[in-house]
């Protein structure tokens, strides 16, 4: 009696998991070759917008060492030597660096798929050719959208608008137009996967699911539950446990095997991103079991993870939320993106969201069928009730029940369709967005910079190693050994640099410019080439000369106060004329046995509030873009900051930026006398604790570059300040060795 009524009961619960039979035909109409052209229009407008503008970001040095450099590399070594080499890598923020011989890029991912891409570099070896690839498969993932949402939501139309959503997911934008990553073209390769999962075409879900796997080591995690999925959702147990077990097995074989088989440690290399759980698997288990409120409350409602999965969701308008039978496929992504402790993966930006967005995609459809069933059956429920009531002669005439649910269904799916195509392009709007009506987009254009910037790449033999920063280095891939500055710089023949460049991987200009005066002052490497904040370094040409301290600093043996002295035309754009300075001033600093003068300056100020309002200013939402002007009077050999400060109304200090510019190596004069323009990077007023309303003045003062974080409010550790000429506006405070500059009225 008993086994009879489990038994009842399992069949019972097996009849609500069938949720997904085989799907019923929908003819196509000429509705349906019209909805075709408006998704291929849109593929087309997608794949050559992004084509151009990434090609466009390249051609301007405006692709990254990471990653655009190191997959160019491996592939072009692929080619050229047989393996997928690389030896870039970033030594200050992250693990992957071991030894600047390189590793096998399966050290640090498992892409096999890199191997039958890497036959397009016999048709054109260049990395725009990763840039055409990338987008036009990505692009072409709008097609299973569009045939996955036509069958499920039974609406040409409607398809339509999911194939555009796809196209204008904000995290897909993000991972195709950060270089190239072959986890990207698992948005389309899952897209296709999942459509033929629900189509039933088992061979060529099996040829997606390959090919999806073969772009990371963590995608097989996503294909087993999908064959579990398919197993219990659709009744295909034979094809969805195969495929589960061969995803497994993927899986162990590449993170077990293929992987610790290539790293250099015997294990996979990134796995440090993790440790903040445990010291290996057991320890994890048990740190989170016995912790469960810390760990929930540091891997899921940690602030930066929050606003995370509100990216995710709210660009779909939270209706994946609404199908957690489908999204349960993203749990793997999910927790190697929220566990991580690199910020990068929690980010919203870059290539680690690609296998997700099908999933959200997916799970945005079955969330709208949902409504629509909700709906219909509500709808039926009224019927019935309006039918069991007595009518009239005379009374009045209700519309049929299929009128009436094709009329509630249709403006219902409409509403929730523009509201998740708005909720998109209102993250593409203001949330880094790459589209040209993006808050504070810039369409890359080439500038003197850039061709100089060419001019030298072009000094450097191919044969040679090279260490350069990060946006160069794409240019100089195309070798055995190519160097991310700082990294390996003790093996480079060739390092370039451009001191006014982007400091990657530095998180400040100031930890930029102490690399390059350590690596100047160390006699290993001379300048073969310099202009304009170029400097091209060659090993074993006679270094440059370097000034020491004054015997009464006390510096003598700094290694950190030495200033090399470059030749003039390494700052020749950042020397002007001191009639050509705005704001002339007489403020001279001095300490470290040396003396500046600040000449000048010039300021401004961007409030980017929603509603700003003229006079005030919303510390939070408020940059400012500073550039001062100075005179050198006695060279201050050890590297300088400046830090700006703001006197609050409640009587504290508040820092709100520090900048270690170039104008430490640029204190060379010529025979005239030479005013050093410093350009400030652009800073938030309000980049910390919470500055409260009212007057605020903004100060500047000047310390030692390597001065402790903690220490820039002491006043002993700033240089001396020694009041001359100055505008109304200006006031020097000897006392706390600052000037301030202007003073403001915050208002929120």
Known sequence: MKSTIWRKRLS???????LYPP??????????????????????????????????????????????????QAIWNLVNHGQLHQTICNIVGDTNCYTPDGINRFAIHFEPILYPISL??????????????????????????FWLARLRLRNDIAAVAIAWLYLLYPSLQQAITFDFHAVTLTASLLMFTLYFMYTRRTALMFLFALLSMGCKEEVPLLVALLGLWTAIFQRRWKSGLTMTVIAAAWFVIGFKVIIPAFSPSSKPLLIGRYAWLGNGPVEIVRNIVT?????????????????YLRLLFLSAAFLPLLAPWVLVLAAPALAINLLSSNPSMHSGLFQYNAEIIPVLIFASIEGLVLILWVTRQGLSRYSNWIRSRPQTSG??????????????????????????????????????????FSNDFVWPKGNERMALAQKFIQMIPPDVSVSAQTKMVPRLSHRERIYMFPYATEKADYVLLDLRGDQYPFLTRGEFIQAVQKLLVSGEFGIKQSENGFLLLQRGLPAPEVMGPPKETGLANDPTARLPLLPENVCSDLYTNPQDVPNPMNVTFSGLGGSITLTGYSLSLQDKSKRPQPGHYNPVDTYVSLTTYWRVDQPITKPL????????????????????GIMYLCQQRGKNEHIVVWHTDT?????????????AQLSVSLLPLDQSSSKIKDVPTRLLVNAGKTPNAVVVKQETREVQLMTLDFRR
């Open 12 to 18: 019972s619960i097996r009849n609500r998991l069938y």
């Open 23 to 72: 799907p019923e035909p929908f003819p196509r109409t000429r509705l349906y070759w019209v909805a075709l052209g408006l998704v291929t229009l849109a593929v087309l407008l997608f794949s050559g917008y992004f084509i151009v503008y990434m090609l466009a970001r390249h051609n301007n040095l405006l692709t990254n060492a990471e990653d655009m450099g190191i997959m160019d």
């Open 120 to 145: 397009l570099y016999f048709l054109w070896p260049d990395p725009r050719t990763l840039i055409i690839f990338q987008t036009v498969v990505v692009a072409l993932g709008a097609y299973p959208a």
């Open 291 to 307: 912790q469960p409120k810390w760990f929930i409350q540091n891997a899921f409602f940690e602030h930066s993870r929050l606003m």
């Open 395 to 436: 009374g009045p005439r209700f519309w049929s029940m299929q009128t009436m649910s094709r009329f509630f269904s249709t403006g219902i799916l409409t509403a929730l369709l523009c509201a998740m195509l708005l909720s998109s392009l209102r993250f593409d709007l203001t949330f880094h967005g790459q589209l040209p």
């Open 641 to 660: 900051a400046a830090a700006y400060t703001i006197k609050a109304a409640d009587g504290k200090e508040y820092i709100a930026g520090i900048d270690g």
């Open 683 to 695: 800073f938030r007023l309000q980049d910390g604790p919470q500055i409260p309303n009212g007057l």
